[in-house]
C-alpha cells in the first residue's frame, strides 16, 4: 500500500479530541467525515456552533467552507474513508472500573463498513495490551468473513484543553503499529500537520506511555495536596515552600494544591493502569494511594469550611468555578463539583458562579457578590476578579488562605 493514497479520513468521535483532529486534517488537505452517534452535537456541529471551548464557532465555519468536512451520524458515509480514526470515550464504569464500551462500540461499527487496506487509528486512552487483545482480536473477528487485510495504529493523544502553547501541531506524537507497514501508513498521515513523531517499537510501549504521562500528573497533585494539608496544619505556606524548592535547577518539577484533579483524563486514566496491574497480579500501592488522597479532597475542603463557618447548616456558600481546569468549560469529573455536592449533603446552600460553564445540571450560574458567608475559589479561571467582593471570606483551594 502507497501511503500516500490515503485522502479521506473518518473520525469516529467529535468531541475534545475528534473535532480539533478534524480541523487538523482538513488544513492538512484531507476530506474528513467526522462522524458521531450524538445526533445533537452533529447538529450543532452542522450550524457551526462548537460545542468545546478550544473551538471558535468560526474556526466551524471555516471548516464548512472548505468543503473537505462533512458532520454526520451516517455510518455510511465513513464507507469510502480508507482512514478511520477512533476517538471515543474511555470512562470508568459505575464501579470504577475501565470501561471499553464506546470503543468496542466504535471498533463494531468500523469493522462492519471496512474495506480491504483500511488504515484503522485509535487515539481514545486504553490500558496496556487492549490495541492487540481487544481491539485487533475485534477486527480480526469482524472482517473474517470478508477475507480482507488492514493496518492498525496507536497513537494516543495528548491534547492540552485551554494551552496557549501546546496544540496538536506542536505537541510530539507518539506512533506505534501493528507492523511496520502500518507504522509507516500512520506517521505519513500525522507527519503532515505534527512536527515532532515519536516511533514506539509496539502497541504496549506507546499505551503505557500515555498511562505514565497521565499517571505521573495524579501522583504528583495528589503529594502535594497531601503536604499542603500537612503544612496547613501546623502554619507553614505552602505556596512559600514550593517557590523555594522551586529553586533547584535541576530534578524538581511544581505542582500546586487544588480541590483535585479532574476531567476525563487524569482522574481516570490511573485507573485504567491499576486495573491492568490487578489483572496482571501486581499492586500499584503509589497510584492507589493517590487516587485515594485524590477522591479524599472534596472532604477535607468540605471540613476546612466547617470549621471556618462554625457548622454548615443554611450556610449560603459560592463556589468560585466549577470547571475541572481553569479557563474552560469542561465539567467532567470535576472536583469543585464533588465538594458542591459534599457541601450541599452537609446542609449548606451552595451556589456557583463560573461564566464558561454557564449551566449545569439544569442550574444556571450565580454572580459573585457579598450576599454569601463564604466564596471558595475553585477553579480560578483567568477572567475572575474577586477583588471587588469585600466583606466575604474567601477559602482559596490553591493557596488555603482564608
Ligand atoms: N479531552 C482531553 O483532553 C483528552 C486528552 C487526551 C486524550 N483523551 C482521550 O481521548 C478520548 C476521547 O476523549 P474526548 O475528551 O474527546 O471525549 P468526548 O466525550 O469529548 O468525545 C467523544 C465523542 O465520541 C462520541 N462517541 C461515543 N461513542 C461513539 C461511537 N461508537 N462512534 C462515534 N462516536 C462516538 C460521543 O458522542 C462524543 O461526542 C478518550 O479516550 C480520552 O481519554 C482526551
Not at 465555519?61 to 455510518?75: F, G, M, R, V
Not at 464506546?102 to 486504553?126: H, Q
Not at 495504529?153 to 506505534?176: A, Q
Request: glycine residues 6%.
Amino acid at each position: 500500500m502507497n501511503p500516500q493514497n490515503d485522502q479521506e479520513v473518518a473520525v469516529f468521535g467529535q468531541g475534545y479530541v475528534g473535532l480539533p483532529l478534524s480541523i487538523a486534517l482538513v488544513k492538512a488537505g484531507y476530506k474528513v467525515v467526522g462522524f458521531d452517534l450524538d445526533r445533537e452535537k452533529i447538529q450543532q456541529i452542522r450550524e457551526s456552533q462548537s460545542p468545546i471551548v478550544d473551538i471558535s464557532n468560526s474556526e466551524i465555519q471555516e471548516l464548512h467552507k472548505s468543503k473537505n468536512y462533512i458532520a454526520t451520524s451516517d455510518l455510511q458515509k465513513c464507507e469510502n474513508s480508507t482512514v478511520k480514526i477512533v476517538c471515543v470515550p474511555t470512562p470508568l464504569t459505575d464501579e470504577s472500573t475501565p470501561d471499553f464500551y464506546f470503543v468496542t462500540k466504535a471498533i463494531d461499527l468500523i469493522g462492519s463498513i471496512m474495506n480491504d487496506r483500511d488504515l484503522v487509528i485509535i487515539e481514545s486512552t486504553i490500558a496496556i495490551g487492549s490495541t492487540r487483545n481487544l481491539i485487533l482480536d475485534l477486527l480480526n473477528e469482524k472482517v473474517k468473513t470478508k477475507a480482507i487485510s488492514f493496518d492498525l495504529v496507536y497513537s494516543p493523544e495528548r491534547i492540552d484543553p485551554g494551552s496557549k502553547n501546546w496544540n496538536l501541531n506542536n505537541t510530539p506524537k507518539l506512533v506505534s503499529g501493528l507492523n511496520e507497514a502500518s507504522l509507516k501508513r500512520g506517521c505519513q498521515i500525522y507527519s503532515r500537520f505534527i512536527k515532532d513523531l515519536v516511533e514506539c517499537s509496539s502497541f504496549e510501549i506507546a499505551e503505557a506511555a500515555k498511562l505514565l504521562e497521565n499517571t505521573f500528573r495524579l501522583v504528583n497533585i495528589s503529594f502535594i495536596n497531601e503536604l499542603s494539608m500537612l503544612l496547613r496544619a501546623v502554619n507553614i505556606d505552602v505556596l512559600e515552600v514550593i517557590q523555594a524548592a522551586a529553586t533547584k535547577p535541576y530534578g524538581f518539577m511544581q505542582f500546586f494544591p487544588s480541590v483535585g484533579v479532574g476531567g476525563h483524563c487524569i482522574p481516570v486514566d490511573p485507573i485504567y493502569l491499576t486495573s491492568f496491574a490487578d489483572k496482571v497480579g501486581f499492586q500499584m500501592q503509589t497510584v492507589k494511594t493517590a487516587v485515594k488522597v485524590n477522591n479524599g479532597l472534596p472532604d477535607y475542603f468540605a471540613k476546612l469550611a466547617s470549621d471556618f463557618l462554625g457548622g454548615l447548616k443554611n450556610k449560603k456558600i459560592l463556589i468560585v468555578g466549577i470547571a475541572f481546569k481553569k479557563n474552560i468549560s469542561d465539567t467532567r469529573e470535576s472536583s469543585s463539583i464533588k465538594l458542591l455536592v459534599e457541601l450541599r449533603k452537609l446542609g449548606a446552600k451552595v451556589y456557583w458562579h463560573d461564566d464558561l460553564v454557564q449551566y449545569w445540571n439544569g442550574e444556571t450560574t450565580s454572580e459573585i457578590s457579598d450576599n454569601y458567608d463564604l466564596l471558595v475559589l475553585s477553579t480560578p479561571h483567568d477572567y475572575l476578579r474577586l477583588s471587588d467582593v469585600t466583606s466575604v471570606p474567601i477559602l482559596d483551594s490553591r493557596g488555603f488562605i482564608l
